[in-house]
């Protein structure tokens, strides 16, 4: 190669040897090469139904597992309030996925097939399962509002027993609700999203807990609510961590969950997952501060979904996040022996 | 019906197992796979694959703004544009170092500001995400741009002031169809499918817009039409290729930069071009997407380059998505194991 040449591309190479000199960055001198500066990428089409859905589908899974408890441990209150907002959630996640579609009216052509390599697939079975029986958890909760006789009588006497069997199933498959989403998001080749696969799961699973918890803290007196506490507590607990791991270990690709719109997002949510988890242990004995703590809980999940939501569309925007970890890829397969 | 390739009722949809990914997907006595080989070297940017392609597959228009990227006007491939021919302008002489050129001078003629502005233009094309605004700094910072080209012939100033060595690097770009593809094994509907050729095909009366695929494609090629509300994109020409025809736009490229064929040709063709051009003092020039050991299994549609991959607007080392699926749904069994278990542990952890 004539060495008097402009290399082809060298501000690649001059990015690379500064690296092989020895500074070993955990986030790599932005420097690549581009077309234009236009993103490689298409973006997600997503609108903000789907962020809100994260949020709505995540409480929904929360306020099933909180009803089951309660349901089981014989506390009503904590019972209703759990599978009146599972249904309210679910009813408004259906809505949101179908109002997201380019084709509302098509929304059906998802029961077509069942395919384990589409994370939407699997969750359209997964809502399927579990939005009935958490609709007719719900519903049996009208019972001892049914006259006691004639047929409707009977139907007042059936719904309980419906309904337990209705929300344990429910609560078994809300876990499983609250987690697919975080696939969802990484099953892409959203940058920021796709490497955060195996920490997003986790902030999602606690968020959806901490804002079922925080139903519970709103709805129900302070003395039924410390199942609720401990849900939030824990709750926050792993959504705190996981979002520290995301932010912190993806180098270059935690920088969208820090930065800009995303980053304020992400950060209102912790400051408010703080607040609320503080809040509904300090204030345990105040129904007021408990109610406020638990509204302060659905906030935090409501901005932690769409900070991780703006984040990723921000990755997919800015062909850096694209072309930089991917050639830090292509030098490390160089530097192996016998690659 | 039994010498015609055919599919079982119910095919396996992964792509994940690659060899051949139309056997792969069910199809019982498939054709060789067909594909394309773009050899960017030849190509005079005439755009009549655009064309070609508008015309024979009935895609609409794709918006008229100009977009202050040297010749490009078109942007990227959307739902309305299936070829894009990109143009990249280099201050360096293509191939034989500068010999020709040498002792004349050399001008300061890449634009930083005009390479920032042109970063800035987006268009209409009644797609979504469409044709996006880049990222102006990084444009800049690729001060391989001389803004938008005068009528004449770089350098014919009437002087030897301004002067500079220049070459445009042209490329048609298309869907890769891609052994692994992540827009097909992400698609809950089942629209996108894999076709005896081994191409990937969306069923326009199936996809519901539900835009996944569009998120999931490593090349960012899938789009949706706004109007319309469904994605769209190459196919191949699957209905010529059906009745034995060539795609319409490997038919009108007059310098035979896109070759169709079966993909063992092409790559036995590919591989002999590079060499040649590399004997010929082009050590620049590599293949891309050719490789069945790469991120996606390998193209269905490769290149032949002269520059980085990113460059032209290419990921440098794409990886299908669902490669990662089985380790993601295995963190995220873990993660529902530890909220069932907060869930109990909540209940029966205290009095209250
Ligand atoms: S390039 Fe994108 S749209 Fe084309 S087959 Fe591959 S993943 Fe699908
Ligand atoms: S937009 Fe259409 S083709 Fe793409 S994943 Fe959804 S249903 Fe499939």
Same mark, same amino acid.
């Given at each position: 190669m004539n060495a008097d040449r402009p290399a082809v591309g060298d501000r690649f190479r001059r990015f690379r040897a500064g690296r092989r000199a020895?500074?070993?960055?955990?986030? $790599? $001198?932005?420097?690549f090469t581009s077309y234009y500066g236009r993103p490689i990428l298409k973006p997600p089409?997503?609108?903000?139904e789907i962020a809100a859905y994260l949020f709505t589908g995540g409480l929904a899974a929360g306020s099933s597992l909180l009803a089951a408890g309660g349901q089981l441990t014989g506390r009503a209150e904590v019972r209703r309030a759990g599978r009146v907002a599972a249904l309210a959630a679910v009813t408004a996640s259906a809505g949101l996925l179908v109002k997201d579609l +380019?084709?509302?009216?098509?929304?059906?052509?998802?029961?077509r097939v069942a395919k384990p390599t589409s994370p939407m697939s699997v969750g359209t079975w997964i809502l399927t399962a579990y939005g009935p029986a958490a609709g007719l958890a719900a519903i049996a909760e009208v019972a001892p509002l049914l $006259?006691?006789?004639g047929p409707l009588g009977l139907v007042r006497r059936a719904l309980p027993p419906v309904g337990r069997v209705a929300g344990l199933a429910a609560a078994l498959t809300a876990p499983a609700l609250g987690t697919y989403t975080a696939v969802l998001l990484a099953d892409t080749a959203v940058p920021s999203w796709h490497e955060a696969y195996a920490d997003l799961p986790f902030v999602f699973a606690g968020s959806a807990l901490a804002s079922g918890a925080g139903v519970g803290l709103l709805a129900v007196p302070p003395a039924q609510a410390g199942p609720a506490r401990r849900m939030a507590l824990a709750g926050a607990g792993l959504e705190l961590v996981g979002a520290h791991r995301v932010e912190n270990?993806?180098?270059?690709? +935690?920088e969208p969950y820090r930065t800009g719109r995303p980053g304020r997002l992400l950060r209102a949510g912790r400051t408010l997952t703080v607040a609320g988890v503080a809040g509904a242990v300090l204030g345990r004995r105040s129904r007021l501060v408990s109610a406020v703590s638990g509204a302060a809980l659905l906030a935090a999940s409501v901005a932690t979904r769409f900070g991780v939501f703006h984040a990723g569309v921000a990755s997919a925007r800015d062909p850096k996040y694209t072309v930089v970890p991917q050639r830090a890829r292509l030098d490390r397969r160089a530097a192996e022996p016998g690659g | 019906m039994a010498d015609r390739p055919h599919r079982p009722a119910?095919?396996?949809?992964?792509?994940?197992?690659?060899?051949?990914p139309a056997t792969a997907a069910?199809?019982?006595?498939? =054709?060789p796979r067909m594909g394309f080989f773009t050899?960017?070297?030849? !190509?005079?940017? @005439?755009k009549a694959c655009e064309v070609a392609c508008k015309e024979w597959n009935g895609v609409p228009t794709s918006g008229?703004?100009?977009?202050?990227m040297s010749y490009d006007n078109t942007g990227a491939l959307t739902a309305n544009s299936w070829r894009h021919v990109a143009f990249v302008e280099q201050p360096r002489p293509a191939g034989h170092g500068t010999a020709s050129f040498a002792g004349n001078p050399t001008g300061d003629s890449a634009s930083a500001a005009s390479a920032a502005r042109s970063a800035g233009t987006a268009k209409?094309?009644?797609?979504?995400?469409g044709v996006l605004a880049g990222e102006p700094q990084a444009a800049a910072r690729t001060t391989e741009f001389l803004g938008m080209p005068a009528a004449?012939? =770089?350098? #014919?100033?009437?002087?030897?002031?301004?002067r500079s060595d220049f070459r445009w690097l042209m490329m048609s770009d298309v @869907?890769?169809? !891609?052994?692994?593809?992540g827009c097909l094994d992400v698609c809950p509907t089942g629209a996108l499918f894999r076709t005896e050729f081994g191409t990937v095909v969306v069923q326009e009366d199936i996809c519901?817009? @539900?835009?996944y695929c569009v998120s999931a494609c490593p090349y960012g090629v899938i789009d949706r039409r706004v109007d319309d509300g469904r994605v769209w994109k190459c196919t191949l020409c699957y209905d010529r290729i059906g009745a034995g025809l060539t795609p319409a736009c490997a038919q009108a490229c007059p310098t035979e930069s896109i070759q169709y064929g079966p993909l063992d040709e092409l790559r036995e063709r590919a591989a002999e071009r590079v060499a040649t051009l590399r004997e010929r003092g082009e050590p620049q020039a590599r293949l891309y997407g &050719?490789?069945? &050991?790469?991120g996606v299994g390998g193209d269905g549609a490769f290149f032949l380059l002269l520059d980085e991959p990113e460059v032209y607007g290419l990921p440098p080392d794409p990886q299908?998505?669902? #490669?990662d699926l089985p380790a993601m749904w295995r963190r995220a069994g873990l993660a529902a194991l530890a909220m069932t278990a907060v869930a109990v542990g909540a209940f029966l952890g205290g009095r209250r």
């Open positions: 020895g500074e070993e960055l955990a986030v $790599p $001198p932005a420097e089409v997503w609108t903000w +380019g084709r509302p009216e098509r929304f059906h052509h998802m029961l $006259p006691t006789r270990r993806l180098g270059l690709l +935690g | 119910a095919p396996p949809q992964s792509s994940l197992s690659a060899a051949d069910g199809w019982v006595d498939a =054709p050899d960017t070297s030849v !190509c005079i940017g @005439c008229l703004d100009l977009l202050g209409p094309t009644g797609t979504e995400p004449g012939p =770089p350098g #014919r100033t009437g002087s030897a002031e301004g @869907c890769k169809h !891609c052994t692994r593809a519901n817009g @539900c835009g &050719h490789d069945p &050991h790469d299908v998505t669902t #490669r």
